[in-house]
Nanobody, 116 residues
Framework: VQLQASGGGLVQAGGSLTLSCAAS????????MGWYRQAPGKQREPVAG???????GYADSVKGRVTISRDNAKSMLYLQMNSLKPEDTAVYYC???????????WGQGTLVTVSS
C-alpha cells in the first residue's frame, strides 16, 4: 500500500486548503481512512477519519472547520480545511487503517503552515 499526500502550503489565518491523498496497492473502497497531524514539538494527533461507507468523525479542535471525504472510484482521500488558524500548522499525514481499525499505512506527510 502506498499513500501520497499533497496539497499543503502556506496560507494566512482564515484561509482554506484542501489536502489530497492518493492510494495505490490497497483495497481502498473497503478501508477506513483518515488524517493525523503533527505540530512542531508535539505528538501526532488524529484530525479526522472516514469509514468505508463514508461515516466521518472529527477531532474537537477542527470540528466545524474541516471536512473529510473520499472518492472510492479514484482511490482518493481529501481533507477540506477552512477558517485555518496558526495552531493548525503541522505536517498532515493520511493513513489507511487495518481491518481492526488501527492506522497501519501512512503517507509521507504534507506541511501546512498558517500565518497570523
Amino acid at each position: 500500500v502506498q499513500l501520497q499526500a499533497s496539497g499543503g502550503g502556506l496560507v494566512q489565518a482564515g484561509g482554506s486548503l484542501t489536502l489530497s491523498c492518493a492510494a495505490s496497492g490497497s483495497t481502498f473502497s473497503s478501508a477506513n481512512m483518515g488524517w493525523y497531524r503533527q505540530a512542531p514539538g508535539k505528538q501526532r494527533e488524529p484530525v479526522a477519519g472516514i469509514t468505508s461507507d463514508g461515516t466521518a468523525g472529527y477531532a474537537d479542535s477542527v470540528k466545524g472547520r474541516v471536512t473529510i471525504s473520499r472518492d472510492n472510484a479514484k482511490s482518493m482521500l481529501y481533507l477540506q480545511m477552512n477558517s485555518l488558524k496558526p495552531e493548525d500548522t503541522a505536517v498532515y499525514y493520511c493513513y489507511e487503517a487495518s481491518a481492526s481499525g488501527i492506522p497501519t499505512y501512512w503517507g509521507q506527510g504534507t506541511l501546512v503552515t498558517v500565518s497570523s
